[in-house]
């Protein structure tokens, strides 16, 4: 039992302002600018370290819409044969999954005998039931639902684009008043690169185009809305995911109202984790990357969360991952009880921040495009792919310079597995194909063809790491090197502290390594650095040199007695790793 004295908390701690408190830290930072601790946010604007409630911006017109936190955890199941498909949902019912999605390889698996056959046996008021990919006429579909004893209490919804042609469509949902059929699916642009404003923007876009469109037919504002479901992709960067839904949230009711509905209309979110993070490779992180993404998703405020299993199949057992994936709702529900508090984070001075700057940024956007003419117009004149082909552009170059790290990927990489090593093939083909906004395919592609390249010739090119000079700096930067390297695959043939004097470098290049990274931690390292390359030169004509940390002055010496490159935070590290592959033969 809990007692209460009555006494406030931090009573005896005088309260500390924000300009107070930014000047302390800019006296702890010494050297270190200010500026190092800011976070500027894929979306353009700039969040402090720390807020305080007179600091914090408040968001528009902010309502959670919930009466509670619970959420429906939904298991994608393809359906090739319905029978089979049945099956598959049924155990995943048994499972505790509180939603099946349904994704139809087929129109001809829509039809009326098939749907009995799909919903055999399932409870279809206890779960809800989306149903996705190739369904054929959504008119003939929804009218063939509506003959299924129980579907009119089901609150599933059709996760497909409404066909321009929609004359029938409300009045075929009638019988099924809880089944939703206007989707709102931003996923494909956040596959594409959009920034979570931008994700936002193009949600509110396409309820304004839908709202526009059906009231244009007469139908009623309250009705469309109540058909509505908007789907999501919820990335790894917690804090800003879980502030995306509240800023949706908090903007769709200025929409709604715009087109007569009610401001408490409540239009339902979707959350699918992301798949543009998704390792070939390191499978297992994989899984904490959905588990943070679930988590933002779910105190975040979505209805429904999906969350694909982490690996394909080709390094864990398909049914494995599936299980393991799914078993992350129940221990954030039964275990965390993170279904037991509405919107945890109102109230927090930095989330509310940032869901307020991330509403703002959003609202801009929207805005340009309705002026363009709505959302349709906005995509046929270029306008929403060309701003996300920005965004993806500079997404693209923070990953591949590593101000974005990966873990397993651009960062501390994990051995290939047995299975993996079994399996180059079918890994080398999933990489080769992967979407070009994926985060991983290119930095997994140099491991793959450096694994391809030991098969074939017995050994992998290897990289020796000199290191001279301070020995506490030398070692961080050669931790820096072997890290850089590995990531494209290389072996790391050894690390040394040594002289500059020819015996030591005999020692060292006595196995031939293909590049020899030189780690020199002097203040001014040129004179030590021009030695040791003039030697390796000598000794070993064919290596390839390089040097870590940014040119110093008087470089020019360093490239004329030999040196290839510099490797240091801010290159283009997969350019340079594709670079160093060609160089020594593996591409």
Same mark, same amino acid.
């Given at each position: ?5 009555g006494? +406030? ?10 300009e ?25 604007f ?11 911006? $408040?968001?528009p017109?902010?309502?959670v819409?919930?009466?509670q ?7 994608r199941?393809?359906v ?9 949902a ?12 349904f ?18 046996g399932?409870?279809i ?8 990919g ?13 003959s ?5 209490e ?6 497909t ?8 469509l ?26 979570p404003?931008q994700?936002i ?23 469309i809305?109540a058909?509505?479901?908007?789907v ?6 917690h ?16 929409v709604?109202?715009?087109y ?9 979110l979707?959350?699918? !984790?992301?798949?543009k ?5 390191? +499978? ?6 959905? !588990?943070t ?8 405020g979505?209805?429904?969360?999906q ?21 992350i709702?129940? $221990? ?6 993170l ?19 991330l *509403? ?7 805005v340009?495009?309705e002026t363009?003419g ?11 792919p ?5 965004a993806?552009?500079?997404a693209k170059?923070?990953?591949e ?5 990966? $873990? ?11 299975a ?10 999933? *990489?080769?194909?992967?979407r070009e ?5 290119s ?11 030991r098969i ?28 850089f390297?590995r ?5 790391i ?19 031939n390594? *293909? ?7 002097e203040?001014?390292p040129? +004179? ?15 290596? $390839? ?14 490239l ?28």
């Amino acid at each position: 039992m809990t007692s209460t004295t009555g006494i +406030p908390l931090f009573q005896d701690f005088p309260p500390v302002s924000w300009e107070e408190w930014k000047a302390r830290a800019t006296a702890d930072l010494r050297d270190t600018p200010y500026d190092r601790i800011r976070w500027n946010t894929p979306d353009g604007f700039v969040l402090e370290p720390r807020y305080s409630a007179d600091h914090k911006l $408040i968001p528009p017109g902010f309502s959670v819409g919930k009466s509670q936190n619970r959420w429906n955890s939904c298991r994608r199941i393809p359906v090739t044969d319905c029978g089979t498909a049945n099956r598959d949902a049924i155990a995943a019912l048994s499972e505790n999954a509180a939603a099946i999605e349904f994704f139809f390889s087929s129109t001809d698996l829509c039809s009326k005998k098939n749907l009995e056959l799909l919903f055999e046996g399932i409870h279809i008021p206890a779960a809800a039931i989306y149903l996705s990919g190739s369904v054929g006429d959504p008119v003939r579909l929804l009218e063939n639902l509506a003959s299924i004893p129980g579907f009119g209490e089901n609150n599933g919804c059709l996760l497909t684009e409404p066909p321009r042609n929609s004359q029938g469509l409300f009045l075929a949902a009638l019988p099924i008043p809880a089944f939703r059929f206007l989707a709102v699916d931003t996923v494909p642009w956040h596959d594409r690169g959009a920034t979570p404003s931008q994700e936002i923007a193009l949600a509110l876009a396409g309820v304004s185009d839908l709202m526009h469109r059906f009231t244009g037919e007469g139908e009623n504002p309250e009705r469309i809305a109540a058909a509505i479901e908007i789907v999501m992709a919820a990335g790894s960067s917690h804090f800003i995911e879980l502030a995306k839904p509240r800023a949706l949230r908090s903007l769709l009711p200025f929409v709604l109202k715009a087109y007569g509905a009610a401001e408490t209309s409540a239009v339902r979110l979707f959350a699918r !984790t992301s798949a543009k993070n998704i390792s070939l490779l390191d +499978p297992f992180t994989n899984l904490l990357r959905q !588990t943070t993404e679930a988590v933002s998703s779910i105190l975040g405020g979505y209805d429904t969360l999906q969350a694909d299993p982490f690996d394909s199949g080709i390094s864990v057992p398909r049914n494995d991952a599936e299980r393991i994936s799914a078993n992350i709702h129940l $221990i954030l529900r039964e275990e965390c009880f993170l279904d037991r508090v509405i919107d945890p984070a109102a109230g927090s001075c930095y989330i509310e921040t940032l869901t307020a700057e991330l *509403a703002a940024a959003a609202w801009k956007q929207f805005v340009e495009i309705e002026t363009a003419g709505g959302l349709a117009a906005a995509i046929k004149n270029d306008m929403v792919p060309e701003a996300i082909a920005r965004a993806a552009s500079s997404a693209k170059k923070n990953v591949e310079n590593r101000k974005k790290t990966l $873990i397993g990927v651009n960062r501390y990489l994990w051995p290939l597995t047995a299975a993996q090593q079994e399996r180059l093939d079918t890994l080398l083909n999933a *990489a080769e194909t992967a979407r070009e906004t994926s985060e991983t395919a290119s930095f997994e592609l140099l491991r793959i063809k450096a694994e391809k390249h030991r098969i074939k010739t017995g050994s992998i090119p290897s990289v020796f790491i000199r290191l001279s000079g301070d020995p506490s700096l030398g070692f961080r930067l050669a931790a820096f090197t072997e890290d850089f390297f590995r990531c494209g695959g290389f072996d790391i043939a050894g690390t040394a502290l040594l002289d500059a004097d020819s015996s030591s470098c005999g020692a060292a290049l006595e196995n031939n390594p *293909a590049i020899v990274a030189l780690c020199v931690a002097e203040k001014n390292p040129v +004179p030590d650095a021009e030695l040791i390359c003039m030697t390796i030169r000598k000794q070993l004509p064919d290596a $390839i040199i390089v040097m870590a940390g940014k040119p110093p002055e008087g470089h020019e010496r360093l490239l004329a007695a030999g040196l290839d490159s510099f490797i240091h935070n801010g290159v283009n590290v997969l350019a340079m790793l594709q670079s160093y592959h060609l160089k020594t033969g593996i591409q």
